[in-house]
């Protein structure tokens, strides 16, 4: 037995040696067990299905499973929050809307953007849909008939309280004159809000145009109008452009949702480059293009490094902004210095000063990427 114990400490002791001499580290083997994944919105919508889709490719990649569980509430704060306080090895994540920003100043979380890597991939515009038998086929007859009910007749579903539904619902209503005329009802995800729609609890959604285009093409719903300059035609179904009627509008196109996947900042640099490295080449796989885009109309636009931090700060400064006007955020953004989009510049604040740069090689991965 003493023998025994004396081998065993040997063995203990090369290892040893041989990582320092050969520069083994736990890195080096990452990951060596499953990776977890929490989506901060319900099932079925655009941040669920994104993150699945992306995670599935990866796994390829990484040679481990991805596990991917829907942690809901406060905006996606809740489950962001988890993985923030979690260690930072790399094998736990956070997926789902790029609405980091605006947790700070809607009293969600502590944590924004400059805590975590984002490692963007596709973004949608944001879309206003009613029942495909409603008797409504354009964005005028709309807001007409909703001026000429009484107060609190119509409803509208949303994500979630600061969510991209829920202010271009607002801004929407605010450009026609007819705020104090709708009450907004706030979901856990777009897909739950269009569930509600259908069944009658809400007369039209606010939500991000991939949690129900499928639904669209199929004639369950329809749309009004989209947050986008153009109008935009899938899979035959016309999606009206919003800004052309109200140009007021025009601004608040930075709230249309990224979709992604974050980390925290503080991960060991060579784990940030294994999990760039299988991301980058996850979106551009079939798989993930036929689901993100094909399936949900999403825009592919990947995005990482510092391209990814300039983003996410300018989804902050719009979001923010427009939550403060709207009178949905608790806090000012500009306790966080968080500047209105029309002063926004690089670095806008003290914590995009501060924020761990990107390892270079991530950079590097980045440029390959748009050649």
Avoid at 140 to 160: A, C, H, R, V
Wanted: proline share 7%; with cysteine; glycine share 10%.
């Amino acid at each position: 037995m003493k023998n025994l114990r004396i081998q065993l400490g040997l063995a203990a002791i090369v290892l040893a040696v041989l990582t320092v001499i050969g520069g083994v580290s736990p890195a080096m083997a990452w990951p060596d067990k499953p990776i977890a994944v929490y989506v901060g919105w319900s099932a079925g919508g655009s941040s669920d299905t994104t993150t699945r889709a992306v995670c599935l490719e990866m796994e390829k990649k990484l040679g481990q499973r991805i596990l991917v569980t829907n942690v809901t509430g406060a905006l996606g704060g809740i489950g962001a929050t988890q993985v923030a306080e979690a260690p930072a090895d790399g094998y736990l994540w956070f997926g789902g809307a790029a609405v980091h920003g605006t947790w700070p100043v809607l009293g969600h979380s502590k944590y924004s953007w400059n805590d975590f890597y984002a490692l963007l991939s596709v973004v949608f515009p944001t879309t206003i849909y009613v029942k495909g038998d409603a008797p409504w086929n354009t964005l005028d007859e709309f807001l007409n008939e909703i001026k000429s009910k009484p107060k609190g007749t119509f409803k509208f579903g949303s994500p979630g309280a600061g969510s991209n539904g829920a202010i271009f619902g607002g801004i929407l209503m605010e450009a026609a004159g007819i705020t104090e005329k709708v009450i907004p009802v706030p979901y856990k995800g777009g897909r739950e809000a269009g569930r509600y729609l259908l069944s009658g609890d809400v007369n039209f959604t606010s939500v991000t145009m991939g949690d129900l285009s499928d639904w669209a093409v199929a004639g369950r719903v329809k749309p009004l109008a989209n947050l986008y300059s153009e109008d935009i035609t899938f899979e035959g179904v016309t999606f009206p452009s919003a800004v052309k009627k109200f140009p007021s509008l025009e601004p608040y196109q930075a709230i249309n949702p990224y979709f992604g996947i974050y980390i925290r900042r503080d991960t060991p640099a060579d784990v940030v480059e294994k999990i760039t490295e299988a991301f980058l080449w996850a979106v551009q796989q079939e798989g993930f293009k036929k689901v993100a885009v094909q399936q949900r109309a999403g825009v592919w636009a990947p995005l990482v490094g510092l391209a990814s931090d300039k983003q996410m700060s300018r989804i902050e400064a719009a979001r923010s902004t427009a939550l403060w006007d709207l009178q949905i955020a608790k806090n000012n953004p500009a306790q966080f210095g968080i500047p209105k989009p029309a002063d926004w510049s690089w670095p806008p604040h003290d914590r995009a000063v501060k924020a761990t740069p990107w390892p270079a090689s991530v950079e590097t991965m980045f440029e390959q990427l748009k050649k």
